[in-house]
C-alpha cells in the first residue's frame, strides 16, 4: 500500500517516514473500526496489535525527536520531566495530525468542498469565472464589428483563523504505555475534522438555502417528484456548461428516491439498492450519499439536513472552499506546573471557510 507524506511531515520525520506512514495505516483502521467505508489499510494485523505497536514506535520516535542522550536507559518518571521530551511529544502528534486530517476531512466534505493547503501566515484567493457567454448577434455585411462585450473574472478571499483543543494529559502515564499516544492523536484528528466539517456543512446549507424558488430562475423546489427532479437537474446542467449533476442527499433523505409511477419495481438481496442503501442512478444521474455526522454540540443528534437532496456538480467547481493554514503547533504546560502533575496541551490550526464558484447548484426540499 503506497503512503504519500505530506512535506511537511516528510521533513519532520528526518528519514524516519515509516513511523508516519504506519500511524496512517492505524489511523484508516480506527476509522474502518467504526464505520467508515472504502479505507485501505494492512488487515493481516488486528487493531490491538496494530495500536501496541504504534505506541511503542511512538515512544522510539520521542527518544529519537527529543535527542536525550541514553533516553531509553532513563526512568520513566525522569524521562517525562525532561523539557525535550514534552516539546517531541506533541511535536510529534501535531505531525501525526497534519499527516492524516487533509485525507480524512476530504473523506467527510469532498463532495461539496474543494479542500486546499496554504502556508503559515497566508490567505487563499480564488478566481470565479463568469458562467456567461459572448453575445452573438445578426449583422449588416457592411460592418466593421458588433457590439463590444468584456468579461471579468470575481475573486473570493479566505482569511483562516485560528482554532484551539485543549486536553488534560499524563505524560508519565502515555510514556509508561498506561495510556494510549496512538489513540490520543488519532481522537485529535477526528475532534478537528468534526469542527472543520461543522464549518464547511455550515457554509454549504447557507448558501443553498438562500437560492431562488420562484419564477425561472429558481433552484430550490419542494417536494420531491419525478418531473421536478428533472427539469431542475437539466436547468443545472445546461448551465454548468452540460456537465450532469450528482444527486447528494444523506442516507435517510436518498429514501425517497424511488420513481413515483406506477410500476412495480422489485430489489433482490444482490441488487445494488439493497447493498448501497439507494439506487445508484435517478434518471440518468449519478446518486451519492453524504455521510451523516454527530452533532457533537447536542446530545445524540446529527448535523446533515435529511430533509433536503441537493444537486451539484463536483468536476464544474465545488462550492465550499476550505483552507487549512500551515503546521498543527502546540503548547503544553511543564512537567510540575499544575499540582496534580498532569500537563495542559494545547493543540492549535488554523482554517477558513468560503462560498467560491460560478457552477450552479440547486435544493430539493422534502418537507
Known sequence: MAIRLVDTVKAFSQGNQKFYEAFIDYFNHYRADGGTKGL???????????????????????ARISNVPNAQEFNTQLFATHPNVKWATFAIVSQLVDAV??????DSIGLYTDVRS???GDSASFDIEPRDLFVVSKAGRGMRSGEIHRQFRGQVNVLPENHELTVGVSLYRVLSGAESLARFAAKAVLSMEAAMTRDAYSAFATAMAALDNAGDDALRISGWNDATFTALAQKIAAWNGGIKPVLLGTSVALVNVLPTTDVNYRYDLNSEYVKMGHI?????????????????????DTLIDDTKLWLVSPTAGKLVKLVLEGSTISNTDGAFDNANLTQNTTLMKSWGTGIATSALAGTIELS
Open 40 to 62: 485501505t489499510y494492512d488487515s493481516s494485523v488486528s487493531f490491538s496489535e496494530k495500536e501496541a505497536k504504534i505506541d511503542v514506535a511512538f515512544r522510539k520516535e520521542i
Open 101 to 106: 486530517l487533509p485525507d480524512a476531512i476530504t
Open 118 to 120: 496554504i502556508g503559515f
Open 280 to 300: 445508484p442512478q435517478f434518471r440518468g444521474y449519478d446518486v451519492m450519499e453524504i455521510p451523516q455526522v454527530a452533532n457533537w454540540g447536542t446530545e445524540f
